[in-house]
């Protein structure tokens, strides 16, 4: 079955460290990939999103993904973190020939001053 | 434009009670989703449609009821609570995964439901 795996369920940083959150799935086919982020008491909002083409995809507030086809893998990436990221950051994929969009268990990203 | 709206924002039920937690969406979104979030779990599909008439089950349906009789409303029945419904329940909609216009899952609020 489709599954989503994120492996860094709570991540601890200081203001500046740079951050990189890992994301794998289980299919092989073709993929539509996405990073929502939740910030405290909030919904769901789009951080990026990759469909097709180049696999470096950059999104709101500095942050970009890296789409590795044979590793499985959409990565989340910001060089210099900030308070206000933190927040609860999400994984999510829809597979061709399903209509279902599956998500990860999720990442809790705190960010020290 | 108000994207996806759910009510209510928060609920208390007793166990064996049922409710209707609904949803709407003025996009004319094909499809639409209903979520559970709980803590360290991140979200779980409870039901998804793909177009008016047509549901299916996702992940965790047990528990829960939906329908689709039109193309906007996709409520979400709990007929019988349980202490294991206690959740946070999102509701999102967007195009079909192929549809040019596809851009992302749009998400409502969120119902914070605690069953006692």
């Known amino acids: 079955a489709q599954s989503v795996s994120q492996h860094n369920h709570h991540v601890i940083l200081s203001e500046a460290a740079s951050l990189e959150l890992g994301c794998n799935y289980s299919?092989?086919?073709?993929?539509?990939l996405f990073w929502y982020v939740q910030y405290p008491g909030q919904h769901l909002q789009l951080l990026l999103k990759?469909?097709?083409?180049?696999?470096l995809v950059k999104g709101i507030k500095g942050f970009e993904a890296e789409f590795i086809k044979s590793k499985f893998s959409f990565n989340l990436r910001k060089p210099s973190v900030q308070w206000s990221d933190t927040a609860e950051y999400f994984c999510?994929?829809?597979?061709?020939?399903?209509?279902?969009?599956?998500f990860g268990t999720g990442t809790r990203l705190q960010v020290f001053p | 434009n108000a994207g996806v709206t759910q009510t209510p924002k928060f609920r208390i039920l007793k166990i064996g009670q049922s409710m209707t937690l609904q949803c709407t969406q003025d996009?004319?979104?094909?499809?639409m989703y209903w979520y559970r979030q709980d803590p360290g779990m991140g979200l779980k599909l409870i039901y998804y449609?793909?177009?008016?008439?047509?549901?299916d089950k996702g992940e965790v349906p047990n528990g829960y009821n939906v329908s689709r009789s039109t193309t906007e409303d996709f409520p979400l029945r709990l007929e019988l609570a349980a202490p294991s419904q206690t959740s946070v329940y999102f509701c999102?909609?967007?195009?079909?995964?192929?549809?040019?216009?596809?851009?992302?899952?749009?998400f409502g609020q969120g119902t914070r439901l605690t069953v006692v």
């Open positions: 999102a909609s967007s195009y079909p995964r192929d549809s040019p216009l596809n851009t992302e899952a749009f």
């Open positions: 299919y092989g086919g073709t993929v539509n």
């Open positions: 990759y469909f097709s083409g180049d696999p």
């Open positions: 999510a994929v829809n597979v061709e020939n399903t209509d279902k969009l599956i």
């Open positions: 996009m004319n979104h094909n499809y």
């Open positions: 449609s793909v177009g008016a008439g047509i549901t």
